[in-house]
C-alpha cells in the first residue's frame, strides 16, 4: 500500500475537503458509529473550529434496528459528538422490516430520516462518509448489474435527494487514510459485522478487491474509471439536452405540460445513446410507477426501431398510418402520425 494512502489526514487536507460548504448555514453529517463516518465527524469539527464563522453542524444516526448493539453504538457517537461540540440526534426505523433486500430497504430509510432530520435542523446538505473504496465497489456492483454510462459513473460528490443535497466529501479518500486518522487522534470506532456477511454482494465483491487489485484493478484505480465514465456521462447530457430541445414539438415544453411530442422522423436519425436518454427522461416525467429500468427502455426502443424499419421510415416524418402504443413505468409511448407521443398511462384496472 502506498504511502500517501496510509498517512492521517492533516488540518490542511480537512479544509480541502469541506470547503465547498463553508457557506452553508447548517450541515447534517451521517454518523453511524464506523471508522468512516467517526472521521467524518471528527473533521468535520476539526475544520469547522478552524473557522471565524461556519455552519451549524449537527450529527444524525440512524438506528435500524436491525441489531442489537445498534442503540449502544448510537449513545457512543453521541457521547463523542458531545465531546466535539456538535449537536446529536438519533433516529428509529420503526415499523415492519422486509424480509428480502433489506440493506436497500435500510438505505432507504436511513436517506429518508436523514433528509428529514436535515430540513428540521435547516440544513441545506446531508455529508456522508463514502470512501473512495466504496466508489470502486459501487463501480464493480453496477458492472456486474449491467448498467449503462449513468450507473457506471458511481457516486457523484453531490446529488440532490428529497429536498436536501447528499454530499460526498471523502470521496477521493482511501478508506485507510479515515483509519490511520483515527488512530492517530485515538478515537475508537465501532465494527458493523454485516459489512463483512458474505450473504450480501458488497462484503463479497470487497474479498476480491485484494485479487482484483494484484492484477491493476485497486480502489484508485476503479475511482479513476468512475471519475472518468462521469466526465463522459456529462458530455452525453448536454447533447442529449440539444437533442431534446430541437425535437421537442412546438407548444410541449411548458413547465405544466402533460404529455411530451417528440418529432417521431428526426428521433429516428439520432445517436442510439441519445434516443435512449430521452426515452427515459420523458417516461420517468410522465410516468407513475418509478424509474424506468434500462433494459426495458432498450427493448422499447428496439421495437419503436423495428416498427420504423418496417415501414421504410429513415428520414423525415413517418407516414400517417404508422401507430405504435407501449406502457411503460406507468407511461403510454405512442407512436403516430409522425409523431412519438410520451404521456401518463391510464390506471391499472383492478382485477
Known amino acids: 500500500m502506498r504511502d500517501d494512502e496510509t498517512s492521517p489526514i492533516s488540518a490542511i487536507d480537512a479544509k480541502a475537503l469541506f470547503a465547498d460548504w463553508k457557506n452553508a448555514p447548517a450541515l447534517v453529517l451521517a454518523v453511524s458509529g464506523g471508522p468512516d463516518s467517526v472521521a467524518l465527524m471528527w473533521l468535520a469539527a476539526r475544520w469547522r473550529r478552524a473557522l471565524s464563522r461556519g455552519p451549524r453542524l449537527v450529527a444524525v444516526t440512524v438506528d435500524h434496528g436491525l441489531r442489537k448493539e445498534a442503540a449502544r453504538e448510537a449513545r457512543e457517537v453521541k457521547h463523542l459528538a458531545q465531546a466535539l461540540a456538535i449537536e446529536h440526534r438519533t433516529l ?3 415499523g415492519a422490516k422486509p424480509k428480502t433486500g433489506v440493506p436497500a430497504a435500510a438505505r ?6 436523514l433528509a428529514k432530520a436535515a430540513r428540521s435542523a435547516g440544513a441545506t446538505h446531508i455529508l456522508t462518509a463514502h470512501t473512495q473504496d466504496d466508489q470502486a465497489e459501487t463501480l ?14 458511481a457516486m457523484a460528490r453531490e446529488t440532490d435527494r428529497d429536498g436536501v443535497v ?5 470521496l477521493a479518500v482511501p478508506k485507510s487514510r479515515l483509519v490511520a486518522t483515527l488512530d492517530k487522534a485515538r478515537l475508537a470506532y465501532a465494527d458493523d459485522p454485516t459489512n463483512s456477511d458474505t450473504a450480501f454482494t458488497r462484503p463479497r465483491l470487497r474479498e476480491l478487491m485484494p485479487l482484483l487489485a494484484a492484477e ?3 480502489a484508485r484505480g476503479l475511482a479513476r474509471l468512475a471519475a472518468r465514465l462521469a466526465r463522459a456521462n456529462e458530455a452525453v447530457e448536454v447533447l442529449a439536452d440539444g437533442a431534446e430541445r430541437y425535437l421537442t414539438l412546438k407548444g410541449n415544453a411548458a413547465p405544466r405540460q402533460t404529455a411530451r411530442e417528440l418529432d417521431a422522423g428526426a428521433f429516428a436519425a439520432l445517436p442510439e445513446e441519445i434516443r435512449l436518454r430521452l426515452l427515459v427522461r420523458a417516461i420517468n416525467r410522465f410516468g407513475h410507477e418509478g424509474p424506468a429500468e434500462l433494459g426495458k427502455v432498450e427493448t422499447l426502443l428496439a421495437e419503436l426501431d423495428r ?3 418496417e415501414k421504410h421510415v429513415k ?3 413517418p407516414p400517417a398510418q404508422i401507430r405504435l402504443k407501449q406502457t411503460l413505468a406507468g407511461a403510454l409511448v405512442s407512436v403516430s402520425r409522425g409523431r412519438i407521443r410520451i404521456e401518463p398511462a391510464p390506471p391499472r384496472r383492478r382485477r
Open 140 to 153: 464493480l456492483m453496477r458492472l456486474l448489474r449491467g448498467s449503462g454510462i449513468v450507473g457506471l459513473s
Open 315 to 317: 428520414m423525415g416524418p
Open 166 to 170: 447528499l454530499a460526498r466529501p471523502l
Open 108 to 113: 432507504a430509510a436511513r436517506y429518508r430520516l
Open 307 to 309: 416498427h420504423f424499419a
Open 216 to 218: 491493476g484493478g485497486d
Open 92 to 94: 428509529r426505523w420503526n
